[in-house]
């Protein structure tokens, strides 16, 4: 039996439809084990979940209602096929999240399973697309246009979360000279560390809450016992900023050599605020080489049509 060219969207459609089908059918066979499961657990449990307030990321992922809906679990296990916990790529993905204000647990394997998800579906969709309702079937045409969408899937939730690690990183940064003024003063006046950072953490509350969140994990380490440098060397690695981290290694320094933490601070805070200055004025340097393409190509045509548009028009009349 031989199929006609015309018979190929059919076959395909058909194969489609099929293929569809058994994947919801998994799905919702999943979906169903999955909420016996949970129920079974919660009444073994008896409904109660202890939450670990000594790990502020433990708890923000318990007490997080959201991850309960059955396609997070569905995404969460696609992921947990593709990397597992021991794996680089886990660890790499984890401290990403971390750095993107992100810390639930399982935020890793929902990662790479809404990759693999949108790498999947976006492909998909575009075939049934294309051969049911376009009625058409290029096979290198729609080939390319598959692999292509197969790979924005697969890269569109990294551009998403480099692109909210740099807007925290941003709000860090815009918060930090307030911080670090409000940390030389709590100090001058005779408070120690621990409440200095304490108080700093209520006081940016509105103005920076990014910064006044990260500050209030860094208390609650310090009060649930971990080591002081642990905590501090803690805070780089969520924030993953420069000048984070040079000011960790400053208090960590100074704590272990028992010299002066106002004076550091002091000069700390100087030396930052230089640094700010400068590059505001790096920013305001580079702000004329921007301006060429808005002026090169809407600007100076209008300006040329208006100064020279007249004489052209008069010499036009003229020699008519």
């Known amino acids: 039996m031989t199929l006609n060219h015309a018979d190929i969207p059919l076959v395909f459609s058909i194969l489609s439809f099929f293929t569809i089908l058994l994947l919801f059918s998994g ?16 009444k073994i449990q008896g409904d109660s979940r202890s939450v670990d307030a000594l790990q502020p990321e433990i708890a923000a992922a318990s007490r997080d209602k959201g991850l309960k809906v059955p396609f997070f679990n569905l995404l969460g296990f696609i992921g947990r096929q593709v990397t597992s916990e021991t794996s680089s790529d886990y660890s790499a993905s984890r401290a990403k999240f971390l750095n993107a204000g992100i810390r639930r647990l399982n935020a890793p394997t ?24 376009l009625n058409i079937f290029d096979p290198y045409a729609t080939l390319g246009i598959c692999l292509f969408l197969s790979l ?56 920076s809450p990014v910064l006044s969140e990260e500050l209030k994990l860094l208390t609650l380490e310090t009060r649930a016992g971990k080591p002081r440098p642990e905590a ?24 272990q050599f028992g010299t002066s933490i106002a004076d550091a ?56």
């Open 152 to 207: 924005g899937g697969f890269y569109l939730p990294e551009f998403w979360l480099q692109a909210k690690i740099a807007s925290r990183k941003k709000k860090l940064f815009e918060g930090l000279p307030d911080a670090l003024d409000l940390l030389v003063i709590c100090v001058e006046a005779g408070m120690g560390l621990d409440a200095s950072i304490q108080r700093i953490s209520q006081e940016l509350q509105l103005t």
């Open 265 to 320: 601070l002091r000069v700390f805070a100087d030396s930052f605020r230089t640094k700010r200055f400068q590059k505001a004025e790096e920013i305001a340097a580079k702000i004329p080489v921007k301006l060429i393409f808005p002026l090169g190509h809407f600007i100076f045509p209008s300006m040329f049509v208006v100064t020279v548009g007249p004489g052209v028009i008069r010499i036009y009349q003229n020699l008519l």
């Open 27 to 42: 799905i919702l066979q999943y979906v169903r084990t999955y909420s016996q499961k949970q129920k079974l657990k919660h």
């Open 232 to 255: 501090l060397r803690n805070l780089a690695l969520r924030t993953d900023l420069e000048d984070v981290n040079s000011l960790v290694t400053l208090l960590i320094q100074t704590d």
């Open 110 to 133: 929902i990662f790479w399973g809404v990759k693999i998800f949108l790498a999947v579906a976006l492909a998909l969709g575009f075939f049934l697309a294309r051969i049911t309702v």
